[in-house]
């Protein structure tokens, strides 16, 4: 698999769900897939793009297709779940693939899916917060509307390491991250935890640096959806 | 039947290990806003400049006696 077809692929999938989100129909995984050149790299771009895929039906109640849930069987079929993570990246995969599998599983009436471990061992010490931020970051598709469970626990306990982390990504102007870290702050001003930064004035300084990328555009819009701005 | 193509794709190791490092993608290589440090930590440079300044300048200049 070419890891530039699949971000690629990643983005024109992003964009599909944003379209999705603001009313074009739906995402069409089955057509996705069919116009993609790669079969391997499109259904790694389903795996990348993770749990958003679902946003749509998440966030507007729209029902999933057979057609659909079948692409994202078949994604889990062809790049199979690491039984047990070792590496960091295996282990944000295993999250990333266990929030997956539980939306699909959800929105098909499936069996639930059991949780990889314990979440301090993907997120780390928060005492080392810059380095905890970007592992929460490279778990933004867990934070979702209505999300729940043992990372979102972990991330909502820790609202002050979630702030430094996203001033410091924008500080730094690393808008990849600081769009994922807002995310994560929106989600958690929409559970009710104290913030010490602004949840809206955030998602406007971060909206008006982050470019074009659609993937980028998605954690904003789901942030915006989750502060309820326009 | 399958809705997207009639074989499965054949994947490698290699291939889910590059989809994990996609995944947990990494911050951007960009540096740390620098520190500041305390004006102690330059205080032996400054200490030297400061006597080799005094020992190569000029002398103060006297007026001579009438």
Not at chain 1, 60 to 84: G, I, K
Request: proline share 9%; net charge neutral; charged share 15%.
């Amino acid at each position: 698999m070419d890891a530039s077809s699949c971000a690629r692929d990643a983005a024109a999938l992003a964009d599909r769900v944003l379209g999705a989100l603001r009313g074009s129909g739906g995402v069409g995984l089955a057509d996705f897939l069919a116009s993609r050149a790669d079969p391997t790299a499109g259904l790694g771009a389903v795996r990348l793009v993770g749990a958003d895929i679902f946003l749509p039906h998440v966030v507007l109640n729209r029902p999933l297709t057979a057609q659909d849930a079948e692409v994202v069987a078949a994604s889990f079929e062809v790049f199979p779940q690491a039984t047990e993570p070792v590496a960091p990246e295996q282990r944000v995969m295993a999250w990333h693939d266990w929030s997956t599998a539980r939306l699909l599983a959800t929105l098909t009436g499936d069996a639930a899916v059991a949780a990889p471990d314990d979440p301090a061992a993907v997120l780390g010490s928060v005492e080392k917060w810059a380095r905890w931020s970007v592992a929460v970051a490279q778990l933004s598709s867990l934070a979702h509307p209505g999300a729940t469970g043992p990372v979102v626990d972990a991330v909502a306990a820790q609202p002050q390491a979630l702030c430094r982390g996203v001033l410091r990504a924008a500080l730094r102007r690393d808008f990849v991250i600081a769009s994922r870290l807002t995310r994560w702050v929106a989600l958690t001003h929409a559970m009710g935890v104290r913030l010490p930064v602004n949840p809206v004035v955030l998602v406007d300084h971060v909206a008006l640096r982050v470019g074009s990328e659609p993937r980028q555009l998605l954690d904003l819009a789901v942030a915006r959806h989750l502060v309820g701005a326009p | 039947m399958s809705v997207y193509t009639p074989v499965r794709p054949v994947t490698t190791p290699a291939d889910l290990a590059q989809l994990s490092k996609l995944v947990a993608e990494p911050e951007s290589t960009l540096a740390d806003p620098p520190l500041s440090t305390p004006n102690a930590a330059g205080g032996g440079v400054g200490a030297l400049l400061l006597g080799l300044g005094l020992l190569l300048s000029p002398p103060t200049p006297k007026e001579p006696r009438r």
